[in-house]
């Protein structure tokens, strides 16, 4: 499995443009296969700016790269066609996992998110 995280700082004035991409980047990657979980997460500061961490975890680098809709991942786009304007700041860095997909049975969280995927298909 693939671990991709993406973190940065969202300017003031750039939160809800950023909330915009980020449910419109969540519902994309969950139609995709090979999506084991994805989850976007703030730290709202008092200035209005925002630190983000954008979470999904892929069955394969195939998987990711079919979401991503590129085979690099040093010069794949923030989101699937998206665009890191909306950063101050950003970083992408992305983990293989020590365990492999057909191996994890889903905690109660993964398990929340696979009903609630479920519900909106």
Known sequence: MIVRVLQGR??????A?????????????RRHDG???????RQAHG???EEIAFVSVWRDLEALYGWLGGTDLLDTPVFNGGSPTVF????????????????????PVEHAAAIALNARS
Do not use: I
Not at 24 to 29: I, K, P, V
Not at 35 to 41: E, K, P, T
């Open 35 to 41: 999506l084991v979980f994805a989850q976007v997460g």
């Open 88 to 107: 101050e700041r950003f970083e992408v860095q992305h983990y293989e996992s020590y365990e492999v997909a057909e191996d994890v049975t889903p905690g």
């Open 47 to 49: 200035d209005g700016s």
């Open 10 to 15: 969202v300017p003031p004035g750039q939160a």
């Open 17 to 29: 443009v950023f909330r915009q991409q980020a449910e419109q980047a969540l519902e994309d990657a």
